[in-house]
């Protein structure tokens, strides 16, 4: 019913920029929050960030200061600005929101497939 889709991840060097782009599309009424996650190797997933659709937002106190979660409802899409990237930031990262389908059900939970990101030299 509902695919989100992430893109923008690479390989950066230590200190560089990445822009990552979650879109979501199908049967969506509206998208209640949008999130970011990620899962080094051999590690859990953990929340990174989470925007609102009132633009509240959230950061793990790991990325505060360095990354940058944004949306554009018209669009469905999260953004997450990450600059000053270091190594541990490495991971693969995961989009998810809580979408509304009809205005009398309970939002629902959709993840993307994933983005890796790798910050080395």
């Known amino acids: 019913q509902v695919q989100l889709v992430e893109s923008g991840g690479g390989l950066v060097q230590p200190g560089g920029s990445l822009r990552l782009s979650c879109a979501a599309s199908g049967s969506i009424l509206s998208i209640v929050a949008m999130r970011w996650y990620r899962q080094a190797p051999g590690k859990q997933r953990e929340l990174v960030a989470r925007?609102?659709?009132?633009?509240?937002?959230y950061y793990t106190d790991s990325v505060k200061g360095r990354f940058t979660i944004s949306r554009d409802n018209a669009k469905n899409t999260v953004y997450l600005q990450m600059n000053s990237l270091k190594p541990e930031d490495t991971a693969v990262y995961f989009c998810?929101?809580?979408?509304?389908?009809?205005?009398?059900?309970?939002?629902?939970?959709?993840w993307g497939q994933g983005t890796q990101v790798t910050v080395s030299s």
């Open positions: 925007i609102t659709s009132g633009l509240n937002t």
């Open positions: 998810n929101a809580d979408v509304v389908h009809t205005a009398w059900r309970a939002p629902e939970g959709y």
